[in-house]
């Protein structure tokens, strides 16, 4: 048999899904199982192909907009949330809809709409055109929110009332990034209502310190999940800032070899979007060409557990 060189397979913990996700896959398979197929999902119903071509293969059709549901099929709307439009638009037409939007998301949902209420204008830091930033900005009035995506946005925002202001976040941002827009934003902002608590969510803050606990040691670093996963993205990031060049893969046949050499030390992590199982693809495909150590870091379980949507479960 060939000699294989060595490489230690260093795992991030915690790595994968999170309970939003998990609970958003489930709700489709409930919905599945009650209805029977076809049901059809508004938006992928969390950002990773492997998930959403098993759920294809299940009997799910995914669409853009809700005017592509039939009548009389079900439809379940995604974990970044809706506009509130969208269940209005399902209501008005008798649909039959569960709503999979992460809790987490909706918290946000709910703070958005109590500003409004108090009066303030918020500056919302996130990623245009990502759809939970969609959904977030669908639950206030046209107008009464502003997207800052950069320190540099920060400068140019022009408010009507700079001591009636409120910030909120996406829930998947880079932790250290948004830490620097948001000491920009009281800079320049100094009575700017700050969230009674932190808007991106356990699990994006979890993976990062996961990385970032894992990156002085690792040569380079692969981060599974899907090129549209915005928490996955920012694990790539987060370790590519620390000096180790990363790559998004979605699964292990994206690997590039070449691109990952010979290293001593590869990190190995996933999205909250990508399961397990491409996890140990992965090492199965790295077994093909090294002789692997693989060691899964030291970390404190997460926990956290939503509740399914009554109407599937009672
Ligand atoms: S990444 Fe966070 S906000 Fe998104 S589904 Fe998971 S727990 Fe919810």
Redesign the pocket.
Known sequence: MMNRPPLKVLIAAPRGF????D??IQIVELALERFGAPVYVRHEI?HNRFVVDRLKGMGAIFVDELDEVPDDRPVVFS??GVPKSVPANARDRNLTFVDAT????SKVHRQAERLIEDGLHILFIGHGGHP?VIGTFGQVPEGAITLVETVEDVGRIAVADPDRLAFLTQ??LSVDDTAAIVSALKARFPNIRVPRSEDI????SNRQAAVKAIAPECDRMLVIGSPNSS?SRRLAEVAERLNVPARLIDRASQIDWDWLGQPATLGLTAG??APELLVREVVDALRERFEVAEEIADHSPER?IFKLPRELVA
Do not use: F
């Open positions: 999170c309970a939003g996700v609970r958003a969390v974990a970044h992460c809790p987490l998301v939970e829930t998947t969510c356990y699990a994006t928490n909250a979007s956290m």
